[in-house]
């Protein structure tokens, strides 16, 4: 009987081995995920922050072209009216 309950003993300690060393597995996982965590909260500010300097430029982007645009037209006007007056 003895022999049973050590052989008993032997598993739990072998069992207890194992979960041991797949709680300190787990562990080190979890603390690989907070720092990837970290990492891509930091990114995604970063590409916020990208977004939004774009949208500004685009912006600015898109006054100029109106502008220019009517820089075109008032051109296009003016060689209208030296073809006419043949200036």
């Known amino acids: 009987m003895t022999a049973k309950y050590q052989e008993v003993s032997a ?30 909260q930091k990114y995604f500010q970063q590409l916020n922050t990208l977004i939004v300097g774009g949208q500004i430029r685009r912006d600015e982007l898109n006054k100029e072209m109106a502008a220019l645009k009517q820089m075109w037209m008032l051109a296009r006007q003016i060689k209208w009216t030296f073809k006419i007056f043949k200036i």
């Open 11 to 40: 598993q739990i300690g072998k069992i207890a081995t194992k979960l041991e060393n797949q709680e300190n597995d787990l562990l080190k996982n979890n603390d690989m995920l907070d720092e990837m965590y970290t990492a891509n």
